[in-house]
Structures are given as C-alpha cells and as structure tokens.
C-alpha cells in the first residue's frame, strides 16, 4: 500500500476515519484468516490421530487376526550356559535330549615372526615391502595362495603380489581377493580376515565364517614361505587352527552346522559349550498370549481415550481467532494459552470421531459364537474373559470406553480380581484363539470400511481429508478477495479525502491572497 499523507489542509485524521469506515471489510480478511488458520489446526489434529488407528489397523489388529498371534510356544533348557533355544510356531510341546559334543570353530592363522632380509634385519613395518622381506623380486613377483573348504574342495584365494608391494597394500589385496573354483573359473565369493601387528611382527589370517566348509589351508610358495604363512608346531602347540562344524545329538540323532547353531523341528538351538544330558522343555508360553492380549486391549483403550478426550472438550467455537492486532496487545504465554484452548476443542463433537468410537464400542460389546475344547458352541464376549469396562458412574467420562482385564496387575481398578483370561488360556488355548481372531477381524474389517477413498478422503483415512485441502484452497481465493475489497475502499476513500483536501487547499491559498492584498493596501 503506497503511504499517503492526508489532512494537512482539513486537520482531520483522515487514516483512523477510513480505517473506521473500512472495518467492517478488515474483520471480513481477518475472519477468513483466523478460519483458514484453524482449518489447519484441525488437519493437523487429523493427521496424527489418523496415524494412530492407521498403526494399530495396520499393527496389532491385523497381527490378532491370525493364529500366529496365539500359538506362543517356549522352551527351557536343563543346562542354559551350554544351550540356549528360540522356539519357533510349528515346535511340537514335548521334551527332547540334547548332547553338544562339538562346537564350530573358524580356521585361524598366526604367521611367523618376520625380519627384513639382510644380516641387520629389522621388523618390518605396514611400509614394508615385499622386496625387503624376500618374498618378491624384480618383475617375477610372488603369490599366495590358500585352499578353501575341506580336501575335496577346488577352491582357492590367490594372491599375486609385487616387489614393490607394501605390507599395507597385500593386506589389502588379501581382504578383497574372492575365492574362485578351479574347475569352473567361476567366483564362489569367499574371503578372508587379514591383519599385520607391527608390535609382534607377524600376519594374523582367519575364515571370515566357521565351520570346515569355509576353513581354509595353505598351499606351498615362495611368497608364503618368506611372510611366514605357513604352519609350524613347537613344543606340541601349533600356529594354526583348521576350521571345524559344530556337532549335536538331539533324541539321539546326529546333526552338523557350520554354525553353532541349528534349526531343527520348529527349535533355534544355539551351542554355547560342549555338555551332554540336556533337557529340552518346551510347552505352550501362556504369558506369550497374555501379552498379545493385553497389548491389543491397552493400545485399544488408548484410542478410545483420546476419541473421548477430543469429543468431550468445551467447542472450539467458544473462543474467536486472535487478530495481529489482539495478539499485539497480548503477552505470549495468553496467545499460546488461547490458542491451545481452540485446538484442544477442534473435534468437540465431530461427527466422524462419534461414528467411529461408536462403531468399535459396539463390536467390543459383541458375543461370538465359538466352539470350546469339549465341541461345545457357545456365545462368548469379553467378559467371558474377566475384561469389561469400568462403572459408568464411578468412571471419569473419558474413561468410560476403556477396557480393564481382572487379575491384570498393572491396572489398579482390577488387580485385585480373579484372573479369568490366564486360566482360560492354560486350559482352552483354541477358544481363546478363536474369540479374539474373530473380534481382531470384525474390529479391522469395520476399520478397512471407515478407511475407503471416497471423494471426500483418501484411502486409509478415517476424516474426509480431501474435502478439507480443498477447503483450504477455498479460503485462499476468499481471502484474496476480501483483501482486494478491503483495498479498493480504502483506495476509495483515500481519493475522497484526496478531493477534499486538493479544494481546501485552493480556499486557504485563495483566502491568503485576499488578506495579503487589504494589508498590503494600508
């Protein structure tokens, strides 16, 4: 807006006039401001509630559907410092024996201990070179060459180095040099672990996998010789150690891993030490259930409270958008305190967060008719279970839709109950199962339905997400044309005012004139 001075002639305040006269179309721009404002404010307040339901659609809900959620299984070992075991869905509740009679090992190599050619030998150094240690010369250069797997193999990792080559860059060359099959020429892509310590002077070679599959030997060259890769025994110990599978009985059956650990029937077992007489116990993990429902219920209920939360709170329309010129009159803390106040109360009332809370409140009321251990049909509901929500009159309002499970110790309203889903559990898993699937599946299909793209939202969205930006481009066309209104009138006025004070101007010089000529004439 260009600066205009006005009322030089008149004395009036020409600016505060048409600001009064203009007003009304001032709070028509700040009125489609404060709405646009708090329209975002609301889909942001969408965004992360969406994100939530989404999640746990997407998470537990779905994972609930399945048998998987609830065939939980563990096991427990007689000796847990020689064998550890991850239990698997499809590991049969039994007990087993386990004898660990050998464990994995990776092949290691300490070279000898090596000097510089020449009668003052030196320790070399990572600078060293091949030529200074003898183990290249001139434009012959040397290799390495170790053999891969056990005696059958034709596999190798072959090395060729240069006179001019450094210790450094050999070690380099042997990291990367992938092993190939001499009988195919083709790359079967293993490698090895190498190291020089320049405080003891020696290689350090080692299988980067256990197992004799991936061990490795050394093969007869010059090049070997002079860096000290090859195997020696003194005093009965020797330098180097062949890779070895590790070797279990279970049930009296022979099994082999280049690992130490095996998969078998369902079992993850690890081989920590060598022992023999172990008992495998492995039964159905109640506890393992119990968590899933449990899990289910809180992240439920946490929904249910912030549905409650946002639907119960005073209306946002109970307190108007702050102008620039109200927040200036303000201190921070009273904007920020204000402004919370109309985001806390966006959704009061929503129709959609009623639609959906109602929805799943009436499915969690739901019986199921399912079929106990016995063949029995019977009706089941969440209370079958010992879980039901609290008192509707001793219950805070927020709190009226949450879920609480009896015996549940962590939840103070029924800890002290029997614990009815625990027992159920140890004696009828199958109608446990069955129950909670089937309310995970009606429970996720009525979210999948609330969730459909429409025209109005997009797929996996439970407010009308569309229909808002487009509300939000809406308002930038009405604001942009409030704000062109607001400044023609202005521009209106302005040249109003303009008029008069050009005509004033002209009467005050005329008037001047005529009193400069009756004084001029005495």
Same mark, same amino acid.
């Given at each position: 807006?260009?600066?205009?001075?006005?009322?030089?002639?008149?004395?009036? $305040?020409?600016?505060?006039?048409?600001?009064?006269?203009?007003?009304?179309?001032?709070?028509?721009?700040?009125?489609?401001?404060?709405?646009?404002?708090?329209?975002?404010?609301?889909?942001?307040?969408?965004?992360?509630?969406?994100?939530? @339901?989404?999640?746990?659609?997407?998470?537990?809900?779905?994972?609930?559907?399945?048998?998987?959620? &609830?065939?939980?299984?563990?096991?427990?070992?007689?000796?847990?410092?020689?064998?550890?075991?991850?239990?698997?869905?499809?590991?049969?509740?039994?007990?087993?024996?386990?004898?660990?009679?050998?464990?994995?090992?990776? !092949?290691?190599?300490?070279?000898?201990?090596?000097?510089?050619?020449?009668?003052?030998?030196?320790?070399?150094?990572?600078?060293?070179?091949?030529?200074?240690?003898?183990?290249?010369?001139?434009?012959?250069?040397?290799?390495?060459?170790?053999?891969?797997?056990?005696?059958?193999?034709?596999?190798?990792?072959?090395?060729?180095?240069?006179?001019?080559?450094?210790?450094?860059?050999?070690?380099?060359?042997?990291?990367?040099?992938?092993?190939?099959?001499?009988?195919?020429? /083709?790359?079967?892509?293993?490698?090895?672990?190498?190291?020089?310590? +320049?405080?003891?002077?020696?290689?350090?070679?080692?299988? *980067? +996998?256990?197992?004799?599959?991936?061990?490795?030997?050394?093969?007869?060259?010059?090049?070997?010789?002079?860096?000290?890769?090859?195997?020696?025994?003194?005093?009965?110990?020797?330098?180097?150690?062949?890779?070895?599978?590790?070797?279990?009985?279970?049930?009296? @059956?022979?099994? +082999?891993?280049?690992?130490?650990?095996?998969?078998?029937?369902?079992?993850?077992?690890?081989?920590?030490? @060598? !022992?023999?007489?172990?008992?495998?116990?492995?039964?159905?993990?109640?506890?393992?259930?119990?968590?899933?429902?449990?899990?289910?219920?809180?992240?439920?209920?946490?929904?249910?409270?912030?549905?409650?939360?946002?639907?119960?709170?005073?209306?946002?329309? *109970? &307190?108007?958008?702050?102008? $620039?010129?109200?927040? $200036?009159?303000?201190?921070?803390?009273?904007?920020?305190?204000?402004?919370?106040?109309?985001?806390?109360?966006?959704? #009061?009332?929503?129709?959609?967060?009623?639609?959906?809370?109602?929805?799943?409140?009436?499915?969690?009321?739901?019986?199921?008719?399912?079929? $106990?251990?016995?063949?029995?049909?019977?009706?089941?509901?969440?209370?079958?279970?010992?879980?039901?929500?609290? #008192?509707?009159?001793?219950?805070?309002?927020?709190?009226?839709?949450?879920?609480?499970?009896?015996? =549940?110790?962590?939840?103070?309203?029924?800890?002290?109950?029997?614990? /009815?889903?625990?027992?159920?559990?140890?004696?009828?898993?199958?109608?446990?199962?069955?129950?909670?699937?089937?309310?995970?599946?009606? /429970?996720?299909?009525?979210?999948?339905?609330?969730?459909?793209?429409?025209?109005?939202? #997009?797929?996996?969205?439970?407010?009308? =997400?569309?229909?808002? !930006?487009?509300?939000? #481009? !809406?308002?930038?066309?009405?604001?942009?044309?409030?704000?062109?209104?607001?400044?023609?009138?202005?521009?209106?006025?302005?040249? *109003?005012?303009?008029?008069?004070?050009?005509?004033?101007?002209?009467?005050?010089?005329?008037?001047?004139? /005529?009193?400069?000529?009756?004084?001029?004439?005495?």
């Amino acid at each position: 807006m260009p600066i205009r001075i006005t009322g030089m002639n008149s004395g009036l $305040d020409t600016e505060s006039i048409i600001t009064a006269l203009t007003q009304k179309k001032k709070d028509k721009v700040d009125t489609f401001t404060g709405d646009q404002k708090k329209l975002t404010w609301k889909q942001d307040k969408w965004k992360e509630l969406n994100k939530k @339901v989404v999640s746990f659609y997407n998470g537990t809900l779905s994972n609930m559907r399945f048998a998987s959620a &609830y065939v939980k299984k563990t096991t427990t070992s007689s000796n847990a410092n020689a064998a550890t075991v991850i239990t698997g869905d499809s590991a049969m509740n039994t007990t087993q024996s386990l004898d660990i009679t050998k464990l994995a090992k990776a !092949a290691y190599l300490t070279g000898k201990e090596l000097k510089t050619v020449g009668e003052n030998g030196k320790r070399p150094t990572m600078s060293t070179t091949m030529e200074e240690l003898g183990a290249a010369t001139g434009e012959e250069g040397g290799q390495l060459k170790f053999k891969i797997g056990g005696s059958e193999s034709h596999e190798y990792i072959t090395v060729d180095i240069a006179a001019s080559d450094t210790i450094e860059n050999v070690l380099s060359k042997l990291r990367s040099t992938k092993s190939i099959d001499e009988t195919t020429g /083709l790359s079967t892509g293993k490698t090895l672990n190498a190291n020089f310590d +320049e405080g003891t002077g020696r290689f350090y070679i080692s299988s *980067k +996998e256990m197992g004799e599959a991936n061990s490795f030997s050394m093969e007869s060259t010059n090049a070997m010789t002079k860096l000290g890769l090859v195997e020696e025994t003194i005093e009965g110990k020797s330098n180097y150690q062949a890779g070895s599978s590790a070797e279990i009985y279970l049930n009296g @059956v022979k099994y +082999e891993s280049n690992s130490n650990t095996f998969q078998i029937n369902g079992l993850t077992i690890t081989a920590n030490q @060598v !022992a023999s007489d172990i008992t495998l116990t492995t039964k159905q993990d109640t506890s393992g259930i119990y968590d899933n429902i449990k899990k289910m219920i809180k992240e439920y209920n946490d929904l249910m409270k912030e549905f409650a939360t946002l639907y119960n709170a005073d209306p946002a329309k *109970k &307190y108007k958008m702050l102008t $620039d010129d109200q927040k $200036d009159q303000m201190s921070d803390k009273e904007v920020e305190e204000w402004e919370k106040k109309i985001k806390e109360g966006l959704l #009061s009332k929503d129709e959609t967060i009623g639609n959906v809370r109602n929805a799943l409140k009436e499915i969690m009321n739901q019986s199921f008719e399912i079929t $106990d251990k016995n063949g029995k049909t019977s009706k089941f509901s969440l209370a079958s279970f010992g879980i039901s929500t609290g #008192s509707y009159f001793s219950t805070e309002d927020n709190e009226r839709d949450v879920f609480h499970i009896d015996g =549940d110790a962590d939840d103070s309203v029924s800890s002290g109950n029997t614990d /009815l889903l625990s027992g159920m559990i140890a004696n009828d898993p199958d109608t446990v199962q069955s129950f909670f699937s089937e309310l995970s599946k009606t /429970l996720y299909n009525k979210l999948f339905d609330m969730m459909k793209g429409t025209q109005y939202s #997009s797929a996996f969205t439970i407010y009308e =997400d569309k229909l808002m !930006a487009s509300q939000y #481009s !809406a308002y930038n066309t009405k604001i942009s044309d409030a704000q062109k209104a607001l400044e023609a009138a202005q521009d209106k006025y302005y040249k *109003k005012f303009s008029v008069m004070e050009t005509a004033l101007s002209k009467i005050n010089s005329s008037s001047s004139s /005529l009193a400069n000529f009756f004084g001029g004439g005495q």
